[in-house]
């Protein structure tokens, strides 16, 4: 999966590539996995060269989108620290109906640096207990959803909300936005903007 996250990578785009290798991010993958929702933030983090990769609750297989086949590279029980948490939107009963992800999700969200989640992965985290306290956005079919966890300020508006810990983000394209603030935020404006140069995406 690493390598089709960067097929083609400039050394360095950022020009933070010290800090950033420092860094692990994890993307989380399962079955009914919303294709753009982990590509998008795969991209930035991949060009931004961080160091990627996929984890799932077992190295099986799962389909994507109804078509791409993703062999994760790490299972739950195996992978390695983690810096930076994705979690996509998609069929995202597949994380929180499952108790083994959603103990792991607690657990590695409470060590990780940052935790960004797209689309309806913020229903995983709002079922985690995560964001009470907190402001948070996801798409606007799961605005609804959402809406249910009283402890949560739901701001549909807007594209990304950073709580600091916790970063959520509206659906599908929007994570490419709240990866580029991540890495802003961590590398600076400079390797943001280097970076949504080299995608050819508008940026801020």
């Given at each position: 999966?690493?390598?089709?996250?960067?097929?083609?990578?400039?050394?360095?785009?950022?020009?933070?590539?010290?800090?950033?290798?420092?860094?692990?991010?994890?993307?989380?993958?399962?079955?009914?996995?919303?294709?753009?929702?982990?590509?998008?933030?795969?991209?930035?983090?991949?060009?931004?060269?961080?160091?990627?990769?996929?984890?799932?609750?077992?190295?099986?297989?799962?389909?994507?989108?109804?078509?791409?086949?993703?062999?994760?590279?790490?299972?739950?029980?195996?992978?390695?620290?983690?810096?930076?948490?994705?979690?996509?939107?998609?069929?995202?009963?597949?994380?929180?109906?499952?108790?083994?992800?959603?103990?792991?999700?607690?657990?590695?969200?409470?060590?990780?640096?940052?935790?960004?989640?797209?689309?309806?992965g913020a229903v995983v985290l709002a079922r985690a207990g995560l964001l009470d306290g907190l402001r948070a956005t996801s798409h606007y079919g799961a605005i609804a959803a959402l809406k249910k966890f009283p402890r949560i300020t739901v701001v549909p508006e807007e594209r990304f909300v950073d709580n600091g810990h916790i970063v959520t983000t509206q659906g599908v394209s929007a994570g490419i936005d709240g990866a580029l603030h991540v890495v802003e935020r961590l590398l600076g404006a400079n390797s943001a903007r280097e970076v949504a140069h080299y995608m050819m995406y508008r940026w801020p």
């Amino acid at each position: 999966m690493r390598a089709i996250l960067a097929i083609v990578i400039v050394a360095g785009v950022g020009g933070s590539a010290v800090g950033a290798q420092q860094r692990n991010v994890a993307i989380v993958v399962y079955p009914g996995v919303e294709l753009l929702d982990f590509a998008g933030p795969g991209e930035v983090f991949a060009a931004a060269d961080f160091n990627v990769f996929t984890v799932a609750a077992t190295k099986d297989p799962i389909v994507s989108q109804g078509f791409l086949r993703i062999t994760p590279e790490h299972a739950i029980a195996d992978a390695p620290k983690i810096d930076i948490l994705v979690i996509p939107g998609g069929h995202a009963a597949s994380l929180y109906d499952d108790p083994k992800m959603m103990a792991w999700l607690k657990t590695r969200v409470a060590a990780t640096e940052l935790t960004m989640s797209v689309c309806n992965g913020a229903v995983v985290l709002a079922r985690a207990g995560l964001l009470d306290g907190l402001r948070a956005t996801s798409h606007y079919g799961a605005i609804a959803a959402l809406k249910k966890f009283p402890r949560i300020t739901v701001v549909p508006e807007e594209r990304f909300v950073d709580n600091g810990h916790i970063v959520t983000t509206q659906g599908v394209s929007a994570g490419i936005d709240g990866a580029l603030h991540v890495v802003e935020r961590l590398l600076g404006a400079n390797s943001a903007r280097e970076v949504a140069h080299y995608m050819m995406y508008r940026w801020p």
